[in-house]
């Protein structure tokens, strides 16, 4: 059984995140969906949900999901607030590569507002066959890490 990936978006990204879902099950995936439904007419708060799916992220519960609002800033400023989330806006398939490659994403934040759909989808699969490099890159995320804690120790 492949591992699970955890998405969820606020109601400017559910028609997106609808859209990656119905995408990732054609290929049998696993898919937590964490929401907002498609058929929600109520306008919801980005935070809420990005926290859901990173919290999931930081226990290690899960390793890998996908975070969609209207432009996907918001959702990333949210979600990287968590230790261990490297969450990445993605626009092009050289970022889609690249977060994977050297940084080591483990949540893919896509704006539903501003990138064609379709392209979105190759993103996923770019993001999702993508193996992180490590090396020189594990080092660099390792310093990220010692920041983590650094600021974690001095806010108790």
């Not at 400017?12 to 990732?24: A, Q």
């Not at 799916?53 to 918001?74: D, H, N, T, W």
Request: charged share 25%.
């Amino acid at each position: 059984m492949s591992q699970q990936i955890g998405i969820a978006s606020d109601h400017g990204g559910k028609v997106l995140k609808d859209k990656i879902t119905c995408f990732l099950k054609e290929q049998s995936l696993d898919i937590r969906d964490l929401g907002v439904s498609l058929d929600s007419s109520a306008s919801v708060d980005y935070p809420d949900y990005a926290a859901q799916l990173a919290k999931l992220i930081a226990s290690g519960q899960l390793k890998r999901g996908i975070l969609v609002c209207g432009s996907g800033v918001g959702m990333s400023i949210a979600a990287n607030r968590y230790p261990g989330v490297r969450a990445a806006l993605v626009t092009d398939e050289f970022t889609a590569k690249m977060c994977r490659l050297h940084n080591d994403a483990n949540i893919l934040c896509l704006g539903e507002r501003v990138i064609n759909h379709d392209r979105a989808l190759e993103f996923v699969t770019i993001w999702l066959n993508t193996t992180f490099e490590g090396g020189r890159h594990q080092q660099r995320l390792d310093k990220i890490t010692e920041i983590e804690k650094a600021l974690g120790s001095s806010q108790k």
